[in-house]
């Protein structure tokens, strides 16, 4: 019985293999992410095997989240790991993340003193945003939700990298909503970093595909990706 079990199991891997190359084994799947996207799941995702495509290179490409998003709906890209978009029926989402924003800010802030910032104690304060045309739908729902709390700042500074916020944080105390891993970058040279405990504003980062992809190599990839995260 055991030889009999290992020859099925031999069969079966040499069937698996003839329909890889079937397949083309040098199939490319072509990713987008943003330069804010979490180091960790970039690793993960470039990790991932798929024996039904053993020679599966993964292409990236970088962009903002909702022009990645447009791309994927377009077809220009197969997949892409976004933030911050909403849902539409044109695209599948794989919820990989859903983590707070990071509230950058001087280690000498009062605000410093407490483990995680609520949105009524920004008020009136100078704020740091990533542009809109870049994050348009997170821009909008950080200013919708602080206007339903009577929450406004004094003023918005605009910005369209990380890099750019230490300078501003310093010079005009102000607060920047950041995903973590943009706020940790920062997180030197008299700046520091705290979580927003605001329920209504969570950066939830999704593994987004057509809704009506017919690629098996895609359908396989987001497969093995929800095995990986899970």
């Known amino acids: 019985v055991e030889e009999t079990i290992e020859a099925v199991s031999h069969t079966e891997l040499a069937v ?42 993964i292409k990236q490409w970088s962009n903002y989240s909702n022009e990645l998003a447009r791309q994927v709906i377009s077809g220009d890209l197969d ?31 009062p605000l410093g003193q407490h483990r995680e910032l609520l949105l009524e104690q920004m008020q009136d304060r100078n704020w740091v945003l990533l542009s809109r045309h870049a994050y348009s739908y997170l821009y909008d729902m950080i200013l919708f939700v602080g206007s339903g709390k009577n929450v406004r700042p004094k003023d918005i500074f605009h910005v369209m990298s990380p890099e750019e916020v230490s300078e501003i944080i310093l010079e005009h105390q102000a607060l920047a909503f950041l995903p973590r891993s943009a706020a940790w970058r920062i997180s030197r040279d008299g700046i520091t970093m705290r979580p927003l405990s605001e329920p ?10 057509r809704s009506d992809t017919k690629s098996r190599l895609v359908k396989e990839f987001v497969r093995a990706t929800s095995r990986k995260m899970d």
Do not use: C, H, W
């Open 16 to 57: 698996a293999a003839a329909t890889a190359v079937f397949n083309g084994a040098d199939d490319i799947l072509n990713l987008g992410k943003s330069a804010y996207t979490d180091p960790f799941l970039v690793s993960t995702l470039l990790s991932i095997r798929l024996p039904l495509f053993p020679g599966m290179r």
């Open 79 to 109: 997949a892409a790991v976004t933030t911050g978009v909403p849902e539409t029926p044109k695209l599948s989402l794989l919820r990989l993340a859903d983590n707070p924003f990071y509230i950058a800010m001087a280690i000498s802030d």
């Open 200 to 209: 209504q504003l969570r950066l939830v980062t999704n593994l987004a595909v």
